[in-house]
């Protein structure tokens, strides 16, 4: 069991474990001459600004995703902003979300005169925790945003409970968990809504954009009306039911963006991604089976975890994005997590501790004034301040006390990722050298 015990560690002057060459087992995305020739094809044609390949790559994530619409945008933060608007967000409106997440599932919301109300997160997961929800809906709440964090999906059924008992929409940032399973059901088509980015970053990456899906014909043709002025056929079909918006007939807008931004994606990036598409599944389940092979080898090893959705049937992290894992210091004597990635780096794996900063102690969401109006935005509109302060979500704040990076391999190299976890399992199992006495 123990093979590394008594080793010593590289960080005290021990030889360094990992010797092993990774090759490409890191490189993401994979591009082939496919991909090159889809984007060379746009660059021929001089059809870079138009929407035609758009539409077809549209219809194929749609398909993907079971869902009935898909709207091609510029990036994942304009589609979060038009999805918001689509749900009803306007000023002086509230929306619900993770702290610990990028700025892009939140800031929308102030350019659209609404506060954020910060919820916590759970400590397994990394994402939205069903329990701090409820307390802080109020009668401006129009939206839950839940994050499926590191491809971690979110407890959706019971943070939908919450949201349909409640009359709120539920907005889906599937920006990390692309083609994930919740209970045999993709992310991204749990919710009312959902926007997917599709960066160069992300587990689905082709450049800068966003995707967003929904079966909602309304919030649909919100969204193209609100960004994507071109395509009036659809907004002009709009018809105005909704009460909550008390917007008039979109049609009456045509030809302009309601929203005053042009958000299309660019044509280079949906070839892209109609190749991407193609080998998606096949190369996420490469992704899946390296994954599940590195933590089955570090199973039962002490202080560090498996982020995955183990508790769940029929449940996967879709491409592992950001991969992180578990750091429990009390199992390991109270040893800090950055000195356990501090071991880690001196056996030669690169890795650092957290993962998202909290979002609900930066100052954008506590003093910031986008609109001139000598108040900070957060409360310029609305009727109450749900501005929180330190020690209020304790979680989300402790996140580089209770997680840290893990390689994310992209291959299924048993000989490669035996080689990283022997390198994890020998940091764990020798720590009590690193405590002070
Ligand atoms: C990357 C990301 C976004 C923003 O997407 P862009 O395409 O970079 O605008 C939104 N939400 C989350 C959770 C992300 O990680």
């Avoid at 920006?175 to 991204?188: F, I, N, P, V």
């Avoid at 900070?376 to 302060?389: I, K, L």
Wanted: some cysteine; glycine content about 10%; aromatic content about 8%.
């Amino acid at each position: 069991m123990s093979t590394e015990k008594k080793q010593t560690l590289a960080l005290l002057d021990g030889a360094p474990s990992l010797s092993v060459d990774p090759g490409d087992i890191f490189d993401w995305p994979i591009v082939t001459r496919e991909d090159e020739e889809a984007i060379l094809g746009v660059l021929r044609d001089h059809a870079m600004s138009q929407t035609g390949i758009t539409k077809e790559f549209e219809k194929e994530y749609a398909a993907y995703n079971g869902t009935n619409y898909a709207l091609g945008c510029c990036n994942g933060t304009a589609g979060l902003l038009a999805a918001m608007w689509a749900c009803g967000v306007g000023a002086g409106d509230e929306v619900i979300c993770p702290s610990m997440t990028y700025w892009a599932s939140a800031a929308p919301a102030l350019q659209l005169g609404a506060a954020v109300h910060f919820a916590d997160i759970e400590p397994d997961t990394l994402c939205l925790d069903p329990d701090d929800i409820e307390h802080r809906i109020g009668p401006r709440t129009r939206c839950i945003v839940v994050v499926h964090y590191a491809g971690h999906p979110a407890d959706m059924d019971r943070i939908l409970e919450i949201a349909g008992r409640h009359g709120i929409k539920v907005l889906e940032d599937n920006s990390h968990a692309h083609g994930a399973l919740y209970k045999g059901r993709m992310t991204g088509t749990l919710g009312d809504i959902a926007v997917m980015s599709m960066m160069t970053g992300k587990s689905f990456a082709i450049g800068e954009a966003g995707m967003i899906v929904t079966d909602d014909r309304e919030l649909y043709e919100r969204c193209v009306a609100f960004g994507h002025y071109e395509r009036t056929g659809v907004a002009s079909n709009y018809n105005p039911a909704d009460k909550q918006v008390q917007q008039a007939d979109l049609a009456h807008f045509a030809g302009l963006p309601i929203g005053g931004c042009k958000h299309r994606m660019n044509q280079t990036t949906s070839a892209m991604g109609r190749v991407q598409l193609k080998h998606y599944p096949a190369r996420i389940a490469e992704i899946q089976s390296a994954m599940n092979r590195f933590w089955d080898l570090l199973e039962g090893v002490p202080g560090i975890h498996a982020h995955r959705p183990s508790q769940w049937p029929e449940s996967t992290m879709g491409g592992w994005y950001n991969a992180r894992g578990l750091y429990r210091s009390d199992e390991l004597g109270g040893l800090s997590t950055a000195r356990f990635c501090e071991a880690l780096c001196a056996e030669g794996v690169g890795t650092s501790p957290g993962a998202n900063k909290s979002l609900h102690l930066h100052p954008v969401f506590h003093d910031l004034d986008i609109f001139h109006q000598g108040q900070p935005t957060m409360v310029a509109f609305g009727q109450r301040d749900v501005r929180q302060g330190p020690g209020t979500l304790p979680v989300s704040e402790s996140i580089t006390d209770i997680a840290f990076g893990v390689p994310w391999f992209k291959h299924d190299r048993p000989a490669v990722i035996e080689a990283y976890a022997t390198a994890f399992r020998k940091v764990a199992e020798n720590a009590d050298a690193l405590l002070e006495p």
